[in-house]
Every structure is written in C-alpha cells, then in structure tokens.
C-alpha cells in the first residue's frame, strides 16, 4: 500500500510539472512574441494558438490564417488572449497592459466588445471601480449597435454588480431592470435568474426589501423550472434576507429550514455559513439563544475555514448575542474577537478606499511623474531605482505565481473529484427508486389477470419509468459534456464508421415500419475507417431518426447518406416532414425547446442539444436545412482521424426504445357513451395516458368522450354539447387556453364548466387560466379525489341552476333570468323572442325555431336542456301556457283566438296542454275572477 501511495504520489508531482511547463511556455511565447521581428511573429503567434488549444483554454478558437492577416491583426489578438490567459491566472496588471494595447486594434464589434468586457472584470478585480464601469459602458454601447440582446443582456448585469460592488445601489437599479427586461425579451431563463438574485441583492442594500423577496422568489422559481437544485438553496437564503429585514422571521425561519439541507448537499459552503447566521439572528430574536449558539457555531468554523473575516466577525457577535446570559466568560471573548475583526475590516476598507483613489487620480500622477522626470539631473537616479523595484516586484510576482499556480493545480483536483462524486451519486439516486419502481411494476404485471385496468396499467408505469431513465440518462450526458470533462482514451475505437452507421439504420427499420415510413441508406464511399466513440456516434444517428420518424407523414421516406469530402465524413438525415420556420431552426438545438405547429408537438426534448454537443466533442459540427412544408435535412460534419487509438470496434450496440415517438399501446380511450346519456363529459388531453387516468378517477354511468387536440376538442364540443370539459393546457393546434376562450365565446357552448389540468403552475398561468373563463384549475400530477370533487361540484351547480327554473315552472309562475348566469340569460331571451316570433306567425315550427337559433334540432335539445332542465318542447310549451295565460287576463279574445295566437290551431288540444299545465280550462281560468268576487259578495 505504501509503494501504490509514492507512486501515486510521484505521477501527481510529474503531471503537475508537466501542467506547470505548459504554462511556462505560453509565458514565454508571449515573451518572445514582443520581442520578436515581422515575419517571427507569425510563427511564434501560430505556436501560442496551438498551446492554447492544447491546453483546452477555451472552447472555440478564432480561426486565424498566420500568412494572410494583417500583422495589425495578429498583434490584436495575440494581445487580446494574452490578456485572457493572464486574467485566468490572476496576473491582472499584465493582462490589462494588453488588453488595453489590444483594444484600438480591435476590427470588430464583437471582438472590441468582448475586449472591453475583458478590461472591465480585470479593472473590477483591482477595485478601480471607475475604470471598470467605463469599459462596462463602452461594451455595453457596442453591444447595443450589433443588437445581441443575450450580450447585451450581460452588460447590463454586470454595469449593475459594478454599482452594487461601488456601494451605490441607486444606480445598478436601473441597469439590473433593463437587463431582465432584455433577458426576457430573448426568453434567456439561464441569465434571468441570475439577473433576478442581483435585482434582490440591490434592492435589499436599497432597504427595498419586498422587492428584494420578489425578485428572490421569481429567482427561485426560474431555478426550480430549470432544475438548478444547487441554486435553491441561495435563493432561499435570499428570500430569507429580505423577510428578515421585513421582520417577518417566521418566513425567514421556514425559508431558511428549507435552504440548509439544499446547500448541505451542494458545494455552496460560504452560503450554507451565510444561511447559519442568518438562521441564529432569527433564533436569537425569538428568544431561542441555545439554539441560535448552535448555528453560529457552525458558521464560525465554515468562515474561519475560509478565512472570510467579515463573515466571521457576523458569526462572533452573533455568538456574543447569544451566549452573553447563559456563558458570560465565553460570550466575551467572541466580543473581543469580533472587535478585532472590526478593525481588521476596516483597515481594509480603508486601503480600498485609498486605492480606488488613487486609480482616479492616475492620470494626474502621470502627468506630474513626466514632468520631473524632464529634469535631466535626476533621471539616472530615478531610472536606477525603478530598475531595482521592478527586480524585486518581479521576484515577488514569480513567487506569487508559484504560489497561485499550487493551489491552482490543488483546486483543479478537488472539482475534478467532486464532479465524479456528483455524477455518481446523481446516478445512483435516481437510478435506486427506478429499479424499485420497474421492479414492483413488473411484479404487478406478472401477478396481474391479462387485459384487466391494473395490468394496464403496469405497462403505463414500465414504458413512463423506461421513458424517464433515458431522459436521465441524455442529462448526464449533457451534463458531462458541458462541463469540460475531457474524452478517456478507452472511448474511442477504429473501424469502418459507415458500416457501423448502417447497421444502426436497420436496426430501426422495425421501428420505421410501424409508423409506414421507409430508411432509405445510401453510401457514396462503401466504407470509411477512422477514429470514432462508437456510443456519441450512436446516440447522433437514433435520435436524428427518431425525430425524423417522429415527425415524417406516413408512406414517406428518410433518406440517410454518407460521403467523404477532403478528409471529412459528412452524414445527412432527410425526411419529408412539415419543415421549420427560421425561428424554429434557430432554437431548434436549445434544450427543451418547443415550436408551436398546426399539426403536431414540434419539439426536441433535449435529443438534439445531445447530438450537437455530441459532435462538437468529436470536433465535428452540425447544419441543418429545412423550410415549412419541404422537410428538414441535418447535416454531420466529423474529420477523419486515426490518431486516438488503434481499438478496433466490435459493432455491438443496442437501441434506446424510449426515443420511439409512441408506444403502439399508447392509443386515445374510445368514447365511452351510457345507456341514459345525460351527463356527457369531454376530455381534451394530448398524453393518452393521462386522458386514460382523467377517466378512471370520474364516477360510472356518465358518458365519456375524448380528443387528443384542440381543435378535435371543439369540433366534438359543438358535435355533443358535453356537460363539462376537462382540458390540459399544452396542447397541438389549439391550447387550452384558446379552447377555453372559445368555447366561451361561442353562443352553443358558453354554459359548460371547464376544468385546466396542466402541468403550467406558475401563478401567471393560473391567472391567464382563470381571465379565459376557466371554472378550475388543477396542477398536475394532481389527486384523483379532488378532480373527481370539481366535476361533480360543478355538475351539482349546473343541476341547481336548472331546478331553480324547473321549480318556477312546476309552481305556475314565469321564471326570472336573473337566476341566470350572464352568458345563459341572453341565450333564453333570444330564443323566446324566436318563440314568440313563430307563434305570431300562427305556428311553432322546430326546424325553423333551429335554423333562427342556428343550431340544429339536437345542439339546441342540449342546450335548453342543459340550461333549464327542460326540452325544447317543454321549453316552448311553458311559453305557450304564459302568453295564453296573458291574453286571457287582459283581453276578452275568443279561446280559440287566444290558442291561434299561441300557435296552435287545435282549440281542443290547446284545452288539453292549457288544463295538464294549469290545472283548470282556458273557460275557468278567465272565469275565476269572476267566481271569487261573487263568493265574497255572497259573504
């Protein structure tokens, strides 16, 4: 064991050197760059380049010809990444002296405002806050001219920091709102969060603090839809920042019990020590001093760890609040500690102070130092002394280097092991609960009678569990690759890659079938042996043709081809489907992006940002072509190496079932119609799953009826006239948001409660929910119980409508609208008006009394009856007795004079309705005035 721990121990010291020696020489070719004559130059730049490159600096180079550029601007930006290299390893003084010489050679707007943006983090870093937000503007302006508005977006931000930082909280107020505004206007979520925190921190130095926990919570919100679940935690210490300062410290408790366990298990050390603190001042000032000591103390040791002495001093006189009553002799000396870190924080304010004034008088300085160094009998003395301090700040600064370079190398292999600890542990934890959920669903199905709803619905969970371990997967994998880990060796391989791509193509033929599409393979070159990671190129072909298959019309075919073209291989994938706008293939790549379409979800989950990283890790890229209605080709671009490895490839693989577009099990439940077909409910719901679930948690003996769209939806909507409507949200076509809006502006429909089940939970959603006229809205995954409760509560409401009208009617008298709702009041006093209309005509015809409504004969059945509880029959009868009932109280007309104005010309079958609805005659209900006031004469 020993032996393995100095071995271990002497590859670490030799990789070191060998990071160390790399450094070295980008520092000299620098050197030696300066130094250098015209046509040196270009050879030492073209060397410099391959260095950075080699040491995966960054992601993406210039692509610079070394024969051909300008040596203006070959100095430009060999100054300009000079500079970059010199910030990344803290050597500020020297990457501004070349950035600044960099910047009046700067030939575009991007690269001068990335320059800019250069001097403005390397100036912020000395503290010369002036001089920071002068470069920080000039970017900004640049920025403004191309009209980038995610770069512009970034300016802002970080004008906004520069104030915070500067104390002046005032003026980063007006810069931070801009930069959400624009954030949002490009629908960038990633830096609207953090634009989000920054607005909630000026606001609380403001003494803002409701808009500080506002904008710490549409933080919070922002990160929990992007699932950063490290960021919850600081934004709930955030959160609790401000109710804090609102006094609110049950908010503040219950936020900061939610932040701790977030931030134990993050690598947020300095916030989980903010949030101890934070947590002992509201215990402390509810009275709970041992408790609060506790807290304290563990903050003590995370910023005595880091040193962080303004923290520090926080935890001590927090512990001296604390302990002061219970431990006098202990509570004293945290106050003496913390008065020494007073003092400590105030001499280093003040040396900020100094030096933030002494950078806004440099030029000054400058010009006074010229001025005697005129005088010619001091210059030798002067230059002899600048001499000696430059070779001691040189000895200083190498040393500093040395220093900065060791803990460099450290920190290096700390995050290299906490990201291995991560993504193993991220794995694990979710890959634990799957197996037990595939497992016990496997269980159920074997126990299961075939055919039965709980066998069923095993299969639901297999194919959703299976569904969901390979979209962790494509996360991890995502992940992974942006992070910057690099390739181990052992992934690559060496064989025929268009072989290998074949084999793939036929492997989803089956799959292909299914849906009546065809994979058409066509090779130019017959085989093609290079260096490749059989799993990236894998994962590149099936989701491109699982999308391809996803979205082709059927009886169509994908074509898949392949050529080599001057040391490259390039693949193209083409299908026959409905295309994308210029707004679709911009976004297209975005992870979980979702265009809107006519026909069908255009969207690519993460599936295609997967396959672009997956070629840029191959140093390959990728293009697509694609106009609406003329299909969509991507286009792979991968080089043709054999330099990793010389592992041949055996060809085994094995497709991912859960990039299929649909399971042939997935299919819409069938209508569902009862023998009674009173209570007709429609279910609008995209996933037939969940319109599947909708139905089994809703009682038996109504009818049901299901659409898979919007637009289906309203179509069967105006076809049935349901009772009640349950729609999702997100949706093909037509929303539900429009669906809703539609259905309550149509006059047929208008009286039918609709119920959203959508997985958009946003406050914002559930008021655009309500304003279109929904009667309730539910998140999903939501309870079955409840859903159940709204349907039938609404049913009940509708069913108390229509008794109240039923009762009017039974009882003789003319029911009142008023008892009406808005939208079924002015539908019945159009239809009696048409009533009347017909019977002055002398006869009610219903094919008429339909057309005049524009309705048919069963759209208006349904509606009457769904408004009053009557048919249209009895709807129209109850009209008849009323105006009869008029006529024979104010008029002396002939009985059947008054039956012809009612519309009917049979006198005897208008005494029959009259008698069965009154309970008298035409003859006797004229009379019975009469007949009372005899009564009383005789009395």
Known sequence: MYVKRVILYIIMVMLAGVVAAQDEKVDALLQRYDAANESSRRIIAKEFFEELRALEFVDKMPKIDFNSHSLDTLNMLVNYWGGEWLYERQEYDEAIRRAEFALPMCNTDEVRSDCQSLLSILYFRKSNYELSLKYAQQSLETDKRMGDKTRISTALNTIAGIYLA??????????????????????????????????????????????????????FEIDSLMGHTNKLGIRLSQMATAQIAMENYSAAESSLRRAIPILKASPQVTSLGISYNQMGHVLNITGRHQQAANYYGDALKIFQEKKDIYNESKSRY????????????????????????????????????????????????????????????????????????????????????????????????????????????????????????????????RKAKPDCDVADDAVTIIRHQTGLLSLINQILSITKLTSGATIISQEWKHGDI??????????????????????????????????????????IVQNLLSNAIKFSPEDSTIIVFTKRVEGRLQLYVSDQGSGMNAD??????????????????????????????????????????????????FIIDLPIRAEHTDKPFNGNFSIDSALLYEDPNDNLPDDEVSEADEVRILIVEDTHDVAKYIRKQLPEGFSYYFADNGEDGLKKAEELVPDLIITDIMMPGINGYELCRRVRGSELLNHIPVVMVTAKVTHDDRIRGLEVGADAYLEKPFHGDELALRVMKLLEQREMLRRKWSVAVDEGKSPELDCLSETDAPFLTKLTDCVNGLMQGGKVDFKELSYAMCLSRAQLNRKVKAITGLTTTEFVLNIRISVAKQLLDTTKMPIYEVSMACGIDNVTYFNTIFKKSVGMTPLQYRDRNKSAEAKMAES
């Open 166 to 219: 500067a104390k002046q909280p005032r003026e980063g107020e007006r810069f931070i709102l801009e930069a959400i505004s624009n954030s949002t206007a490009a629908g960038d979520s990633s830096r609207m969060v953090i634009q989000c925190g920054m607005a909630s921190e000026i606001y609380h130095s403001m003494g803002n603090d409701v808009k500080a926990l506002d904008y710490a919570r549409r933080a």
């Open 318 to 445: 927090g512990l001296y609040e604390s302990l002061r009553n219970s431990n006098p002799s202990e509570a004293l000396v945290h106050l003496q500690k913390y008065t020494e870190l007073k003092d400590s924080l105030y001499q280093r304010d003040l040396e900020r102070s100094l030096s933030q004034y002494s950078a806004k008088y440099q030029n000054e300085e400058l010009q006074m130092q010229n001025d005697r160094e005129k005088e010619k009998s001091r210059m030798i003395l002067l230059i002899g002394l600048l001499l000696v301090a430059m070779l001691l700040l040189l000895i200083a600064v190498m040393l500093y280097i040395y220093s900065l370079r060791k803990k460099r190398n450290q920190l290096q292999k700390e995050l290299l092991d906490t990201k291995e600890r991560f993504y193993t542990n991220f794995t694990h934890e979710f890959r634990t609960p799957l197996t037990i959920i595939h497992s016990a669903a496997q269980d159920i199905l």
């Open 498 to 539: 268009v072989g290998y791509i074949t084999m793939i193509c036929q492997s989803m033929q089956t799959y292909a079938a299914d849906r009546r599409l065809t994979i058409e393979m066509s090779n130019k070159d017959a085989e093609v042996d290079m260096d490749f990671i059989p799993e990236y190129i894998l994962r």
């Open 584 to 633: 679709q293939k911009a976004n297209i790549f975005k992870p979980f992006y979702q265009a809107p379409s006519d026909s069908m979800h255009i969207g690519t989950g993460i599936g295609l940002s997967l396959v672009k990283l997956s070629v840029e890790a191959l140093g390959g890229s990728i293009d697509l072509h694609s106009a609406p209605g003329h299909g969509t080709t």
